[in-house]
């Protein structure tokens, strides 16, 4: 399956749009400036999925995962490394986290963190696309990339992947964003896409 050049130019401005929303909202919240990349956007196909999460990221993350459902379906991602995730949490916290409780804790201030932006950046794209979209409780999981969604993915999804990164300059944070839209519901998110085009 592939996008036409016009309508991945159209899908790459409504995601800068939705990302620059949530890069305001993280800004508020650190008080510092935050760079994002161009997003990269890939399509991939059911028997490809498994192996291409598999080898994307072999180390350990954490990630906050926010499935939506609506128009179109599927789940967003907010991820980061072991370092960013603790560097992210102290610099919200204004302090070093406890050893003691630093599981807890940064379980706890990650979750929140990914809900704002991920409810900022797939609630931007669903008022972009004139779309209602309702989202399921976030969840927070450590672990590789394959270990964490391979599970909670259904066994014929495909997925778009929409990737990028944005780092807090001053800290040296990256995270990254990370779309999957469910196979079946993909027609659906063109179509609104196509309609928001042409309007």
Not at 138 to 163: F, K
């Amino acid at each position: 399956m592939n996008l036409s050049d016009e309508l991945l130019d159209a899908l790459k401005e409504v995601i800068n749009i939705s990302l620059g929303q949530a890069a305001g909202t993280l800004n508020e919240l650190l008080s510092n400036r935050i760079q994002l990349e161009v997003p990269q956007i890939v399509f991939i196909p059911p028997a490809e999925l498994g192996t291409h999460i598999n080898n994307r990221c072999v180390d350990t993350i954490s990630l906050v995962s926010l499935p939506f459902s609506g128009q179109f379906s599927g789940l967003s991602t907010l991820l980061f490394t072991s370092d960013s995730a603790s560097k992210l949490v102290d610099m919200l916290l204004g302090e070093e986290t406890p050893v003691d409780d630093i599981d807890a804790i940064k379980s706890g201030t990650l979750t929140e963190i990914g809900n704002i932006l991920l409810n900022a950046v797939v609630g931007s794209i669903g008022n972009i696309l004139h779309s209602r979209l309702t989202y399921s409780i976030p969840s927070y999981y450590v672990g590789n990339l394959g270990e964490i969604l391979l599970p909670i993915l259904r066994d014929d999804s495909a997925a778009l992947e929409i990737t990028t990164r944005f780092t807090v300059q001053s800290r040296h944070i990256t995270g990254e964003f990370l779309l999957l839209f469910e196979v079946g519901s993909f027609d659906f998110f063109v179509e609104a896409l196509e309609a928001a085009l042409y309007e």
